[in-house]
């Protein structure tokens, strides 16, 4: 059996997501709660759920005023005997969001769960409760995995349009019953504006929903706070979230294009020009939208590892936050690359403890594919096919170090590049030979321009086994290219599929890859 099946699961949310997704509609929709208590907390927002283990998760809500969040949680949708507990207090200290952590629970189990949010002054007023499910991860390996990744959402100008029925991607997501979603980075575009339309080139006019906070780039707390929000005003989206816990990281238009630590913007949409004070900006906000275990350590940081029962572990990096200045990068020393030393030591450190038979690296940046920065170098690769150099030291220092520790099972999944891709890397074919093969899968976008497909770097031995993308750039989702991919667990053998596909679910490739192998 490749995924356990949980029958009635599907049958379940029909009833209680269209409740929440009726109950949470935002007024900047134009359709209030028609059942909401007058006066008290309500949670427009949806909920959402996150960094979900065996035992654990995490529960995300926003309301509407000051309240306090409590979450019941129960086997059943019926809730009989629900278990209780006390959140946080919203206020606008969090922009009246909050997160409640969940311990203790079953292993391998759907998780029915609902939030309440109570008036402070008065527990007894609240406000009505709005449900999420999640499946805890499986401590049995018999009972497989299954997760979709993906990234880029709401990019180029193109956001919500109503006519197209706004975000379908998420319904065709959310159709295979996935165990969490891994989103790769570019969660908003806060660099993005989007107007009420845009003409296409074909005649027809794109509309955009369109708010306050989007109409410019972001540079307060506030308009970024408002970008977050922006992607929630989307109905599938949230009966998505209220379906599907999420693994999210994030990369540059969480902030704004391309940037890296130092960077002073010379873009004249901006009045501040110090990326390091949108970059707090955006990471408060970031941190206030996402239910993210590690954001709510002292010194909370996004690259994490997420233990997924013995077959997996999603090994989740943070590839802008501890960057060198983009550059030519062809400097043959590079000690602090695209990782930062700590986190790339980290990364190793966990990688060789790891005992999952299956080590999903996602990194919001890909390896092989060449992403320029102007006459600067955005990602790793510099296209040079020749010996490492630059970002890409840091590169083989890790792909050395899996080879000799002989640590099998790392398959890499990206997004940022708005095509979909896969790369097998080898090297027979490399520069730098001192590792063992392995495959590079890209997705996305989810609703954001499409581009035509970056060149490759041979230094690490790419070849391009599939490739689907438009010729011309910024092509609009209304005329495809959105994309998503799919992994397969397979609890008896192991195996570990991986599917790329479009965004009504099409499957447009399929590879196969087998458990226990150094690299893969």
């Not at 283990?53 to 306090?68: E, I, K, M, N, Q």
């Amino acid at each position: 059996m490749s995924h356990r099946p949980f029958p009635g699961r599907r049958s379940v949310l029909r009833g209680s997501l269209a409740a929440s997704a009726a109950l949470s509609l935002p007024t900047a929709l134009g359709a209030a709660p028609a059942f909401a208590r007058s006066g008290r907390p309500q949670a427009q927002w949806g909920v959402q759920a996150g960094d979900v283990t065996c035992d654990s998760g995490l529960v995300w809500v926003r309301s509407d005023r000051p309240a306090r969040m409590i979450v019941e949680t129960s086997a059943t949708e019926s809730f009989r005997n629900p278990r209780r507990w006390h959140g946080p207090l919203l206020g606008p200290g969090t922009d009246f969001t909050g997160t409640t952590p969940l311990r203790g629970l079953p292993p391998g189990e759907q998780i029915h769960y609902r939030v309440l949010l109570a008036d402070p002054d008065d527990p007894r007023r609240t406000g009505e409760p709005v449900t999420g499910t999640f499946r805890t991860a499986s401590a049995k390996r018999r009972d497989g995995v299954r997760f979709v990744w993906s990234g880029d959402l709401a990019g180029q100008g193109w956001g919500i349009n109503p006519d197209l029925g706004g975000y379908r991607i998420y319904r065709a997501m959310a159709d295979l019953d996935p165990d969490f979603f891994l989103c790769s980075g570019d969660n908003i575009y806060a660099d993005g504006p989007i107007t009420s339309t845009v003409a296409l080139p074909d005649g027809r006019t794109w509309r955009n929903v369109t708010t306050e906070e989007k109409a410019k780039v972001a540079e307060t707390l506030a308009e970024f706070r408002g970008n977050f929000r922006y992607n929630l005003l989307d109905e599938n989206l949230r009966a998505f979230n209220a379906q599907v816990p999420s693994i999210i990281q994030w990369d540059d238009h969480e902030v704004t294009n391309n940037w890296y630590p130092g960077e002073i913007l010379g873009d004249t949409r901006y009045t501040e020009k110090n990326v390091d004070v949108l970059a707090a900006r955006a990471r408060q906000a970031f941190s206030e939208y996402f239910p993210i275990s590690t954001l709510r350590r002292p010194g909370g940081r996004v690259y994490r590892v997420q233990h997924h029962g013995p077959l997996l572990d999603v090994f989740v990096l943070d590839m802008r936050t501890y960057r060198n200045a983009n550059s030519p990068d062809d400097q043959p020393t590079d000690p602090q690359g695209i990782l930062g030393r700590e986190q790339l030591e980290w990364l190793k450190r966990e990688l060789s403890r790891s005992r999952a038979v299956w080590k999903v690296i996602a990194s919001d940046m890909p390896l092989g594919l060449v992403v320029p920065d102007g006459t600067n170098i955005e990602a790793v690769a510099q296209g040079d096919p020749g010996k490492p150099l630059g970002r890409e030291l840091q590169i083989a220092e890790l792909l050395r170090f899996i080879k000799h520790r002989r640590i099998t099972g790392t398959v890499w999944l990206t997004a940022d590049v708005h095509h979909t891709s896969a790369q097998h890397y080898q090297p027979s074919r490399a520069a730098f030979t001192d590792f063992e093969p392995f495959w590079e899968f890209v997705s996305g976008p989810l609703n954001a321009g499409a581009f035509p497909a970056n060149t490759l770097d041979g230094t690490f031995g790419p070849e391009r086994v599939f490739v689907k993308a438009p010729t011309t750039a910024n092509v609009s989702p209304a005329g495809g290219y959105q994309f998503f991919g799919e992994v397969d667990i397979d609890g008896g053998s192991g195996e570990l599929t991986v599917r790329l596909r479009e965004q009504d679910g099409t499957v447009l490739f399929t590879q196969v890859l087998q458990p226990g192998r150094v690299g893969q």
